[in-house]
Nanobody, 120 residues
Framework: QVQLVESGGGLVQPGGSLRLSCAAS????????INWYRQAPGKERELIAN????????NYADSVKGRFTISRDNAKNTVYLQINSLKPEDTAVYYC?????????????WGQGTQVTVSS
């Protein structure tokens, strides 16, 4: 069945780095645009990065631009989020989201999230 599994989160100090991964299965990964979202306690879910199906175009929220890099390896059915220069305000659960529209059908899949905590 369709599955998205995030990994790579953890506890890091400010200024540190993490590389999050999202492994996909059960669908044609290469057809899907991938979004990374995050949700901090008490806040709404925030779209922070996305990448087109072939990986040719990426977009970033202003809050992460210059520090985060989204990439994908369609041969491995995996998308990555490289996070550098971490700040305490980056603390959140990070979610992988896959979307695809074909004719009138819309597909929208979510992972369970991985926790990133930035603290001294």
């Amino acid at each position: 069945q369709v599955q998205l599994v995030e990994s790579g989160g953890g506890l890091v100090q400010p200024g540190g780095s993490l590389r999050l991964s999202c492994a996909a299965s059960g669908f044609t990964f290469s057809n899907y645009r991938i979004n990374w979202y995050r949700q901090a306690p008490g806040k709404e879910r925030e779209l922070i990065a996305n990448i087109t199906a072939a990986g040719r175009t990426t977009n970033y929220a202003d809050s992460v631009k210059g520090r985060f890099t989204i990439s994908r390896d369609n041969a491995k059915n995996t998308v990555y989020l490289q996070i550098n220069s971490l700040k305490p305000e980056d603390t959140a659960v990070y979610y992988c989201n896959a979307v695809h529209m074909a004719w009138s059908q819309f597909y929208n899949y979510w992972g369970q999230g991985t926790q990133v905590t930035v603290s001294s």
